[in-house]
């Protein structure tokens, strides 16, 4: 091999890693199994108010992807931010805390049937070991918007666990830092609710 061959190769090296050999997690699969094994040590304040909620249309589509220097490049985690959410949202703790929720699954109205919380994910970025997470919370009313707010909360980083432990542990690492952002924006959500005058 000549060494404008070698030079070729080595260019050539670092693309074929990175495109044809990408090992991908898609790790909202994962989170069902994650949280019955892992129950939320979070205790949410109570709700004073329950009701149905809904994702919005670019919540429930959304998509992120990232690598991970730390358990090698050719590893691509992918966060579907509105599935986890879902699940999180009828985890036991939520469930205590608003005291039932349900999904709203059609598109009818909901007048006289009560409040209706509505999640929009407004900024996603998983960086520094942890998730930070942008979630405007709309409450309607008959219809109406009675309650509107933009929460930005960060997971904890679970940075040692993801150097040491692999791709599965990054997975889990990832899991445990989207569900700590959800959980401090529902805690400041709930505070914010029992405060305000609907």
Not at 75 to 82: A, D, K, N, S, T
Not at 89 to 98: E, G, M, R, S
């Amino acid at each position: 091999m000549n060494f404008k061959q070698s030079i070729t190769l080595g260019l050539l090296l670092p693309v074929i890693t990175l495109t044809g050999c990408t090992i991908q997690h898609p790790i909202a699969d994962d989170y069902p199994n994650y949280v019955a094994k892992n129950k939320s040590q979070v205790s949410l304040p109570a709700s004073q108010h329950t009701g149905q909620y809904v994702l919005a249309p670019a919540t429930k589509g959304h998509r992120y992807e990232f690598r991970a220097f730390t358990v090698g490049y050719g590893h691509r985690w992918i966060v579907e931010f509105g599935k986890i959410l879902d699940v999180t949202l009828n985890q036991p703790n939520v469930q205590t805390a608003f005291g039932g929720l349900t999904q709203k699954t059609d598109a009818a109205s909901n007048a006289g049937s009560g409040l209706l919380f509505e999640f929009t994910l407004t900024d996603y970025e998983y960086k520094n070991h942890r998730a930070y997470v942008g979630l405007q919370i709309d409450v309607k009313k008959e219809d109406k918007v009675v309650f509107s707010r933009q929460y930005n909360a960060k997971g904890d980083s679970k940075g040692a666990q993801m150097f040491f432990g692999g791709p599965f542990a990054m997975t889990s690492a990832t899991l445990a830092s989207n569900r700590s952002a959800i959980e401090r924006a529902l805690t400041q959500f709930i505070d914010d609710l029992n405060r305000a005058n609907i």
